[in-house]
């Protein structure tokens, strides 16, 4: 029997072999490295900062809703497009404002004017002798600095030589604008050092080597750091926008997934070192070894995030678009940089566990990972059956899951606009604080505000001027931006105020841009599931040559997904107290934890199909993939779900919410799915996993080869 075929335990090559020929390999590696060094210079030197091409945060809509037309119309308008910063004034012991406190807040508001388009415009209104409102109008096409520093200066000078109890708070559209900008000011440094923090700890515990950890944490690094250029130079020609949240999400996506890659090949070629002494041919081996599985896995990533290429909304292409070069950057860091700098410092990069020749390779030995196979092997109907069971009892989780997320409830931390907010609630209409803007034809305008007055959930209507073929009004509504109430009242109001003849009625403003926006997700979920679905479905097919394995896979993944979405509900009830998930929660997670939780299937089953083909039996094949691949996988595992948790020290809970159903997909995909159940599935399909593929074929074939 030939060595590969059992597990490639052989003597060391010899001496004369071993020293005939590594200057080429060894003249190639320092050719890749000084490349990687020069390309590195001239990336860093020639192109943008980072990755981001946007101010703007946020899901940006397409031309074609009603909320974009309005905001390209309400431009023609003599004050152009215009969103109110609303300065509240009230008593922080909940009493009414004195007489001195009212003329103190009439005399401010003269200054405060100043700051906006229409100084005459912010006239102080008392409501309830409670609370003092001034409107300073500020403009919607500023860009979030410039609109940051607007907001930031009213709030000094509102705020400026209060005696307590008086206060001022600030809120209204561009509040919350700014208080979402300053959640990202930074967030790219806080990301990335929080990423680099995680993995190095993490590398440093799974190889337990002061100097191997280090190197695919510099080669992932530069990786992330020229995907991020990459992405900012190509964005543009491409005809996307990425913005600050992209930004932060490639870094993790090219550290969690360059980081994996680094751990599959380190193991492989550690394996390798065992059976020779030549470190360039054991790198050769590993890397062939290797490649195909993070070519598919890889592949499997950038083809689902291209996917969102097609979606609706702009800021979801911006960060499709961004994750697959980022991917893709991943691998070629990992399949090229990462081995020239591993094979050429030598066996001492490993130092202390310096691997020597001779010694079992991990399939062959009996480690943690070749006993959980073997307690599989006794009862894989059992397990299989308890491993669906968990996986369903945690989906089940799930049955209660609400999406949409109100305006004020998008904070971890309570930032000034809400609190402003929640102040004028309690004497006004919730919706006052961003209200709707109607638009009509000029002959139709007093007819289409009549409409709105009649819609259930609607406060107020009142007319805000108009030009040759518009008219405008403000409409408030009951209910506060971004609730269900709130989104039904203006699916309402758009039905009925259409109804009013040759109006030609239209609905925008910032709440009416969240409902388009939270049906813009809905659109783009229900046309990239399937596509990244039927994507992972045909590189499982073309990896396996097999169609019964990738349909068991691909229900594995799926069943993840759901039981990870389940689990994180119950999380997010339990701990974090989160109202709802917000709209593009289930769309992100459910491309990340598919496209990277098929990873580790992948690498599981491509080293069972290699082993097939090699001569052993499935049922052989796929317990030494699992004793050779859970160390690796699971530590990969671990440390992606530590990553996309850093996702967390953000105060937006949309990034929150994402990372923790991603690190709990993961953890699922790394612990249960793959570890039992996936292995449980081959044992008892046994031969019948590969159909119409036979891989054993050939592996007798080997056999036969090898007798004669």
Do not use: C
């Not at 993790?252 to 070629?269: M, N, P, W």
């Not at 890889?298 to 911006?318: D, F, M």
């Not at 959980?372 to 069971?389: D, E, H, N, S």
């Not at 968990?390 to 609190?419: I, N």
Request: zero cysteines; a neutral charge; glycine letters at 10%.
């Amino acid at each position: 029997m030939s060595p590969h075929m059992t597990g490639r335990t052989s003597r060391p090559v010899p001496h004369a072999a071993r020293t005939t020929g590594p200057r080429r390999p060894r003249t190639v590696a320092w050719l890749v490295l000084l490349l990687t060094v020069v390309g590195l210079g001239a990336v860093f030197a020639l192109g943008p900062s980072d990755a981001t091409t946007t101010e703007a945060t946020g899901a940006s809509l397409p031309a074609s809703s009603q909320s974009a037309e309005v905001a390209e119309i309400v431009k023609s308008f003599p004050a152009g497009a215009v969103a109110p910063a609303i300065v509240v004034f009230s008593n922080t012991d909940g009493s009414p404002l004195t007489a001195a406190q009212q003329e103190l807040v009439s005399q401010r508001s003269a200054s405060l004017g100043a700051f906006g388009l229409a100084p005459e415009a912010a006239r102080p209104q008392v409501v309830e002798d409670k609370v003092a409102t001034v409107a300073v109008l500020l403009p919607t096409a500023a860009g979030d600095d410039e609109n940051t520093a607007a907001v930031d200066r009213i709030r000094q000078a509102a705020s400026a030589d209060l005696a307590a109890p008086l206060q001022a708070q600030v809120t209204g559209g561009p509040a919350f604008r700014a208080d979402v900008t300053k959640v990202f000011a930074g967030a790219d440094s806080t990301l990335l050092i929080a990423t680099a923090s995680v993995v190095a700890v993490l590398l440093l515990i799974t190889y337990r080597s002061p100097v191997l950890w280090l190197v695919p944490l510099i080669v992932v690094g530069a990786g992330d750091r020229t995907a991020g250029i990459l992405v900012g130079a190509l964005a543009p020609h491409v005809g996307v926008e990425v913005d600050a949240s992209a930004a932060g999400i490639l870094s993790v996506l090219v550290f969690g997934a360059g980081t994996d890659y680094a751990l599959l090949l380190v193991s492989r070629y550690r394996d390798e070192l065992h059976l020779t002494d030549d470190r360039f041919t054991a790198m050769a081996r590993a890397w062939r070894g290797t490649a195909p599985a993070v070519l598919a896995s890889g592949t499997t990533v950038v083809l689902s995030l291209l996917t969102l290429l097609a979606a609706e909304l702009t800021g979801n292409r911006g960060l499709g678009f961004a994750g697959a070069v980022g991917i893709l950057t991943a691998m070629l860091f990992g399949l090229v940089v990462l081995p020239a700098a591993l094979v050429l410092p030598g066996r001492w990069l490993f130092w202390p566990l310096v691997p020597k020749v001779g010694d079992p390779v991990v399939a062959d030995r009996r480690g943690l990972w070749s006993r959980i196979g073997q307690g599989v092997a006794k009862r894989p109907a059992q397990v299989a059956v308890a491993g669906t069971a968990v996986l369903l009892v945690l989906a089940s989780g799930a049955l209660g899951l609400r999406t949409g997320l109100a305006q004020e409830d998008s904070f971890r931390r309570t930032p000034e606009a809400v609190l402003g907010q929640r102040t004028l609630a309690a004497v006004q209409p919730a919706g006052a604080v961003d209200p709707l803007t109607l638009l009509s034809s000029t002959a139709t305008g007093d007819q289409v505000a009549d409409a709105a007055r009649q819609v259930p959930g609607v406060s107020s209507v009142t007319p805000g001027g108009h030009t040759d073929r518009w008219a405008r009004a403000d409409v408030v509504l009951d209910s506060a931006p971004g609730t269900a109430a709130s989104d039904r009242t203006i699916d309402q109001l758009r039905r009925r105020v259409a109804q009013v003849p040759d109006s030609g009625a239209l609905v925008g403003g910032a709440t009416a841009e969240a409902y388009d926006t939270s049906r813009a997700n809905a659109h783009d979920t229900r046309l990239v599931v399937p596509l990244v679905l039927a994507i992972v479905l045909v590189v499982l097919i073309a990896l396996l040559r097999a169609l019964v394995a990738p349909l068991l896979l691909v229900a594995t993944v799926i069943l993840s997904y759901f039981a990870a979405l389940g689990a994180s509900w119950t999380v997010f009830r339990t701990f974090y107290d989160f109202p709802a998930t917000d709209t593009n929660v289930p769309l992100l997670s459910f491309l990340f934890l598919v496209a990277l939780g098929v990873d580790y299937n992948i690498f599981l089953i491509a080293r069972t199909r290699e082993d097939t083909v090699a001569g052993h039996d499935t049922r052989r094949a796929v317990l030494r993939a699992l004793a050779s691949t859970g160390g690796v996988i699971t530590s990969a595992g671990i440390l992606l779900a530590a990553v996309f948790a850093v996702l967390g020290v953000l105060p937006l809970i949309t990034l929150t919410q994402i990372g923790i159903i991603v690190g709990i997909g993961v953890l699922l995909d790394t612990l249960l799915v793959r570890t039992v159940l996936v292995p449980a599935l081959v044992l008892l399909t046994g031969r019948r996993f590969w159909w119409p593929g036979r891989p054993e074929t050939a592996g007798g074939s080997k056999r036969a080869g090898v007798a004669e």
